[in-house]
């Protein structure tokens, strides 16, 4: 079992930027990659951007080049940094974590983006 947690949401103006925190617990050792999906009201799930346990990174061409996630394995922590967020970014973001034939999904964090 592996538990998420996740933190740094809030409200903040178009252009500006926030941190998400993900930290993980449990049987982290499992865990092939994790990442960040998003679900705005009235729309689908979508993968924001993930990191494999190799450090490879993907993103979706909608944040390519404002969001950069990154790890810390110290700390069993995943980040997402979001920069020139816009109105569109607005969503419940969901921290989430791959291993095999199995998904872990943490409560999410809301992000609200002011025009």
């Known amino acids: 079992q592996v538990q998420l947690v996740e933190s740094g949401g809030g409200l903040v103006q178009a252009g500006g930027s926030l941190r998400l925190s993900c930290a993980a617990s449990g049987s982290i050792f499992s865990i092939n990659a994790m990442g960040w999906y998003r679900q705005a009201p009235g729309k689908q799930r979508e993968l924001v951007a993930d990191?494999?346990?190799?450090?490879?990174?993907d993103y979706a061409d909608s944040v390519k080049g404002r969001f950069t996630i990154f790890r810390d394995n110290a700390k069993n922590t995943v980040y997402l940094q979001m920069n020139s967020l816009k109105p569109e970014d607005t969503a419940v973001y969901y921290c989430?974590?791959?291993?095999?034939?199995?998904?872990?999904w943490g409560q999410g964090t809301q992000v609200t983006v002011s025009s």
């Open positions: 990191i494999t346990s190799g450090g490879m990174t």
């Open positions: 989430n974590a791959v291993e095999i034939g199995y998904r872990y």
